[in-house]
């Protein structure tokens, strides 16, 4: 029987291997995203998609999950403040660019509803250009509207209940909407 790793254990891994200059993925994106079709949670499945493309580094597949009207901001303290889809694809790929090895890992599911889902993220790599290594987490919003991630906001890593309250106010706003759309 395969019990699989801890999150300390793959952790570890992952930083034995960046030293050893490899890298490695767990790809279950696809089995929960087939779990999730059909069910009322499907609503979720461009936050999967867009957690695939990124690894992946295909910037097209990544901006396609974003509502072309996206609304993104960043909380954050050194934050990117408000972006629209093409800015925060831009960010995404020049912060690819500026690192090493860069890993996105999907490490906690604070909530999740039909309307979207917190989670928080943590970025692993090295700066480019002689820079050591990095470890970067944040907590993320995403509310998803007629299959694209209309709304997502950026959280530090000291904000999770900051996240989770956020959600809570776009969810309600946009269950709002739904019962009057005038």
Wanted: hydrophobic letters at 45%.
């Amino acid at each position: 029987r395969n019990a699989g790793l801890t999150v300390a254990d793959a952790t570890d891994l992952r930083r034995r291997m960046r030293a050893a200059g490899a890298t490695y993925r767990v790809a279950k994106n696809r089995l929960t995203t087939l779990a999730l079709a059909g069910t009322r949670f499907d609503g979720i499945a461009p936050m999967l998609t867009f957690g695939r493309a990124l690894c992946d580094r295909d910037w097209d597949t990544a901006r396609e999950c974003f509502a072309p009207d996206l609304v993104l901001v960043d909380h954050r303290p050194l934050s990117l403040g408000a972006l629209d889809r093409e800015q925060w694809i831009d960010s995404l790929r020049a912060s690819d660019d500026l690192s090493i090895g860069l890993t996105w890992d999907l490490f906690r599911v604070l909530a999740w509803s039909e309307q979207g889902i917190v989670v928080g993220i943590r970025r692993l790599g090295t700066i480019a250009d002689g820079g050591g290594p990095f470890e970067n987490e944040l907590f993320t919003t995403a509310l998803v509207v007629a299959g694209r991630i209309q709304r997502y906001d950026v959280f530090g890593e000291a904000d999770a209940e900051r996240a989770v309250a956020r959600f809570g106010e776009l969810c309600a706003q946009q269950a709002g909407a739904a019962r009057d759309p005038a």
